[in-house]
């Protein structure tokens, strides 16, 4: 299994390289020389890490109504770990909310997890209460539908160097490193 890990992580690395190499192709000499080629730089579209946002307190209450008392409507999936509903917060903040349907110290630890988490290729966790996490409502949607979706192998690929970004994260600048069981 390592060994697979192993090879994953060097052919992340390297198509990582790669598609910073096709960019600095495309700048200009004085683009190149005022910058330096590294796998943190940002994206063609501007992203870079984002600051760790402040974590809100919701009341039960405050969700409820955001989900219209999680109207079937809003649901958006039934997964193993809980569901996922949409919402709309009173300041206009489309957020998604996930009520979980464990509790106890999995759920805290995930939370405190998630607090430090600051990446641009990660949800960002707005806030909890009890058993409800409240996520940013992601307006492009879902990766599984969109790789479904998108005909485009050039998007495909941008899609899978995001992702390869998010775990290069994940395994090696967060601290201590995070590996999905």
Not at 22 to 35: E, G, I, N, V
Not at 160 to 176: D, N, Q, R, S, V
Request: hydrophobic share 35%; with cysteine; glycine share 6%.
């Amino acid at each position: 299994m390592s060994r697979i890990y192993g090879n994953w992580e060097r052919l992340v690395r390297e198509t990582l390289r790669r598609e910073e190499f096709r960019r600095s192709a495309l700048r200009s000499p004085s683009d190149l020389s005022s910058s330096s080629l590294s796998l943190s730089s940002p994206d063609d579209d501007g992203d870079e890490k984002l600051p760790c946002p402040s974590f809100l307190s919701f009341t039960y209450s405050q969700i409820l109504e955001a989900t219209n008392d999680f109207n079937p409507s809003n649901l958006i999936s039934h997964a193993k770990s809980g569901r996922l509903f949409r919402g709309s917060l009173r300041d206009g903040t489309r957020v998604v909310v996930k009520m979980v349907d464990r509790l106890g110290f999995r759920l805290t630890r995930t939370v405190e997890i998630h607090r430090e988490l600051s990446h641009s290729r990660l949800v960002p966790l707005l806030g909890d209460v009890q058993n409800l996490l409240v996520y940013k409502y992601m307006s492009k949607g879902d990766l599984s539908r969109n790789l479904r979706e998108i005909g485009c192998w050039e998007r495909r690929l941008k899609i899978a160097i995001g992702a390869a970004e998010a775990l290069t994260y994940l395994h090696h600048e967060f601290m201590p490193p995070l590996v999905h069981r």
